[in-house]
Structure formats: C-alpha cells, structure tokens
C-alpha cells in the first residue's frame, strides 16, 4: 500500500494552466478508473473536486480537468485563480480492496 | 444538503481505545459506502477503512488491522470506528466520508485524536 507520487509543490501565475502527476502501479492507478482528486484549503476537510478519472461534480469550474494515460493520471487547472491556491490529492482505488493516496501538492498561485 | 457530522475525538493514552461516531443527513445513508480517511498532523490524508452498504465487507489499510472496527447502523444513518490499542502514530484528524466503491464524495467536519500519554 504504498503512497500514489505527486510533486510537493508547483505554481503558476494567475490565467496560466497547470497540471498535476499522480503516478502509480499497475495495480492501482493503471488497474482502474477509480482515480480521484479532492482540493484541500489549510483548516478545512477535503472536497471531492474530480472523480472516476475525469468526471467533474456539479458546483466544480469546469477549469479543472482530469485524465488517465497507463500508470500516472493527471489534473489540469486551466486559467489558475487565486482561490485556487490549496493542497492537491489524488486517491486511486487498489487491486487488494484498499484505497490509496498521493503525498499531496501544494498549489501557489 | 449533505451533512455529516462526527463526535468522539479527544485524547487517550498509548494502549487505550477511543471510538469515532458520524452521523449523516440529507441523503439515502443506507446506499452508500462509508469510509474513515486521517490526516496525521501537518502530513497527507491515509484512508484507514470503508464499508459497504450493509456493513457486511469491510476493508482497512494495514497498519490498523486487529486494532481499528468500521461498522454501520442504517437506521441511526451512522458510521463508527472503535479504535483500540492506540499507538502514537495514530495522531491525526479523522474524518468520516461518505463513498469508497468509487471516490469519497462528502467529508465530515474532522475529529481530532491524539494520542499521548
């Protein structure tokens, strides 16, 4: 079980896109499509922002965008705004039943 | 409008047992899967366990296994976890969520547990 990789940080200026890896195993990410985003503000519970790879729950910009190629998915935040600015996870469901989690990114806009 | 709302944090000794309770609101509880994910402090979110609809299957990371319970009570729309033999390193702000067959869509408060003697 272990953690989905994610880079620590990455920033952009306000208007710029950017994107965020999360690479796993063929028994995670690479297994299913059950690979979730969730944005988390300091103090705050996370809040499901993409699910099932690519799916956008209502009330969510459609700025943000997720996608899947082999073992690593990605989340795409086109045109960044400063509310923007929060720490970035992905989750992935596992071959054994589990769900497991990326280290986390932090967003600086 | 979805709300699920956790009680039971605090703080317990190294050895002890503490148990977590939500309930949810403002939706069928019944049909969805529930889960339990942690925040230890100033760290990434770790899912600890879900369960499915009747609380028949249960999965759980394997650092809790044979000391954490997730069980259900549709009729209470409640979720708990019963943690027992409490270690350090089980500090962390868990938080109820609602789902884990295919993302974890709605997130409780959090509850704070520390673990400290």
């Known amino acids: 079980q272990s953690a989905l990789t994610q880079p620590p940080s990455v920033s952009g200026s306000p208007g710029q896109s950017v994107t965020i890896s999360c690479t796993g195993t063929s028994s995670d990410v690479g297994s299913y499509n059950r690979v979730s985003w969730y944005q988390q503000t300091p103090g705050t519970a996370p809040k499901l922002m993409i699910s099932e790879v690519s799916n956008r729950p209502s009330g969510v910009p459609d700025r943000f965008s997720g996608s899947k190629s082999g073992n690593t998915a990605s989340l795409t935040i086109s045109g960044i705004q400063a509310e923007d600015e929060a720490d970035y996870y992905c989750?992935?469901?596992?071959?054994?039943?589990?769900?497991?989690f990326g280290g986390g990114t932090r967003l600086t806009v | 409008e979805v709300q699920m709302v956790q009680s039971g944090g605090g703080l317990v000794q190294p050895g002890g047992s503490l148990r977590l309770s939500c309930v949810g609101s403002g939706f069928m509880f019944s049909k969805y899967y529930m889960s339990w994910v942690r925040q230890a402090p100033n760290k990434g979110l770790e899912w600890v366990a879900s369960?499915?609809?009747?609380?028949?299957?249960?999965n759980y990371v394997d650092s809790v296994k044979g000391r954490f319970t997730i069980s259900r009570d549709n009729a209470k729309n409640s979720v708990y976890l019963q943690m027992n033999n409490l270690r350090v390193e089980d500090t962390a702000v868990f938080y109820c969520?609602?789902?884990?067959?295919?993302?974890?869509?709605?997130w409780g408060q959090g509850a704070l547990v520390t673990v400290s003697s």
């Open positions: 369960t499915n609809q009747d609380g028949i299957e249960r």
């Open positions: 969520v609602t789902g884990g067959a295919l993302f974890m869509r709605f």
């Open positions: 989750s992935s469901y596992t071959t054994t039943s589990t769900w497991v």
